[in-house]
Each structure stands twice: as structure tokens, then as C-alpha cells.
Nanobody, 121 residues
Framework: QRRLVESGGGLVQAGGSLRLSCAAS????????MAWYRQTRGSLRDLVAR???????YYADAVKGRFSISRDNAKNTVDLQMNSLKPEDTADYYC???????????????WGQGTPVTVSS
């Protein structure tokens, strides 16, 4: 079955860096947008960064200039490079992708299981 698997979360001190990776696997006929969201306990899941199939990117204001999203269309992966991390970046980070599920290019949305990022002050 199709799924998204994240890796790279962990504990880092403020000012440090982490790189999150997400790989899509299974029966995939194409990938439209890919993105990273984050969620803290008791809050809604917020968009962090998004990248289209053509490589156009969008960033939330809170992470502009610090985070960078990239994708490898040949490997069906999307990464999030996080620099100058702040304690307020602490959250569970979720990979998101819009996957084509058949040869007629019907698309469905998929989520990863989440990976925790903790930034200590």
C-alpha cells in the first residue's frame, strides 16, 4: 500500500539544525504537491512548507529564511532542512503528499506518521 515514512526528527539545542526526510512508497503513478506540517499538543496542524511538482515553494512566515524544502522526483522524497532552530519550533512534524493512485491520475492525499522535533533552550 502507499505510505509516507518520515525520518530525521530528534532533540537539538536552540540555534542548531535538523534535516527531516520523507519517502513515498507503494503503487504511485505520480506526485503532485508535497509538504511538511507541524502540530503541538492541543493545537491544529499547521503548514510549514510546501513544494509543487515543478519546484515552486511556499513557507509559513514563522520559518521563512530558516527552513528549506526540497524534493527528489526520481526518488519520491521530500526533505525539510531546518536551521537556526528555536524552542517554538518544537512539534510533531508530518509529511504530506498528493499521490496519483492509478494510470488515470486520480489523486489522493496522504500523511506520514509524524516525527518529533524538540528544540531545547
Amino acid at each position: 500500500q502507499r505510505r509516507l515514512v518520515e525520518s530525521g526528527g530528534g532533540l537539538v539545542q536552540a540555534g542548531g539544525s535538523l534535516r527531516l526526510s520523507c519517502a513515498a512508497s507503494g503503487s504511485i503513478f505520480g506526485i503532485d504537491d508535497m509538504a511538511w506540517y507541524r502540530q503541538t499538543r492541543g493545537s491544529l496542524r499547521d503548514l510549514v512548507a510546501r513544494i509543487t511538482s515543478d519546484g515552486v515553494t511556499y513557507y509559513a512566515d514563522a520559518v521563512k529564511g530558516r527552513f528549506s524544502i526540497s524534493r527528489d522526483n526520481a526518488k519520491n522524497t521530500v526533505d525539510l532542512q531546518m536551521n537556526s532552530l528555536k524552542p517554538e519550533d518544537t512539534a510533531d512534524y508530518y509529511c504530506f503528499a498528493v499521490l496519483a493512485v492509478d494510470t488515470t491520475y486520480r489523486y489522493r492525499e496522504y500523511w506520514g506518521q509524524g516525527t518529533p522535533v524538540t528544540v531545547s533552550s
